[in-house]
């Protein structure tokens, strides 16, 4: 079964800090896609990145980075100086097998605070 | 970018009423859509799959004579939510996979209150 772990509920930060969101998945499957989403106050789902389970690369894209390691089934997302507008809940989700991988079993959120 | 549009952004409702949620997909066709609920300050949850022209597909628990869905082109499915109950206030979105690719695309979600 397949299953995403977001251990932090609710993380607290002042801006300018780094900060970093820990998530952990477990899938029996060998090829798989991992996403992040960012669910602000409003109640959409914005879409931050996919990573295809073959691609270990870190990536970057401008204050957001991420770091996926195959070996401990993480995929952790660090936002750097934090902003206020970064608050929101964010969400690890990851591909199931059915329907071609279009659907996505989602972890249970971090919620960050970013203060002023 | 492709977009997925729903509407009502929000609807409020009596008991025993009940709603129908549209999902669209407006600039590409999805021969696939599935719809998510969300309760306050929790994940979201899969609630089905729903296919152009056959049946949707619904996950573990969750009950097909309630929550009725009909995609009945490529693209417009629609979610209804019949005899509607309090519990069932939620937050509902959809998402959207185009024709043959690995694109997938969020509705802006539906917010149910039933009193």
């Known amino acids: 079964a397949q299953k995403v772990t977001q251990a932090q509920t609710e993380i607290s930060v002042v801006e300018k800090e780094d900060v970093t969101l820990d998530c952990v998945y477990e899938t029996r499957d060998t090829t798989y896609y991992l996403f992040w989403y960012k669910q602000p106050p409003s109640g959409e789902l914005v879409f931050l990145i996919r990573?295809?389970?073959?691609?270990?690369q870190n990536e970057i894209s401008g204050r957001y980075s991420w770091n996926f390691q195959k070996s401990t089934s993480s995929f952790n997302f660090t936002i750097t100086a934090s902003q206020v507008v970064d608050s929101a809940v964010y969400f690890c989700?990851?591909?199931?097998?059915?329907?071609?991988?279009?659907?996505?079993?989602f972890g249970g959120g971090t919620r960050l605070m970013v203060k002023p | 970018g492709a977009v997925v549009s729903q509407h009502p952004s929000r609807v409020i409702c009596k008991s025993g009423t009940s709603v129908k949620i549209e999902c669209r997909s407006l600039?590409?066709?999805?021969?696939?859509m599935f719809w998510y609920r969300q309760f306050p300050k929790q994940s979201l949850m899969l609630m089905a799959t729903s296919n152009e022209g056959s049946k949707a597909t619904y996950e573990q628990g969750v009950e097909k004579d309630k929550f009725l869905i009909n995609h009945a082109s490529l693209t417009l499915s629609t979610l209804t939510v019949t005899s509607a109950h309090p519990e069932d206030s939620s937050f509902y979105i959809c998402s959207a996979s185009s024709s043959g690719g690995l694109e997938l695309f969020f509705g802006e979600g539906s917010r149910l209150t039933v009193l």
């Open positions: 990573r295809n389970s073959f691609d270990e």
């Open positions: 600039d590409f066709q999805a021969t696939t």
């Open positions: 989700a990851l591909s199931d097998p059915r329907s071609g991988g279009n659907m996505l079993t």
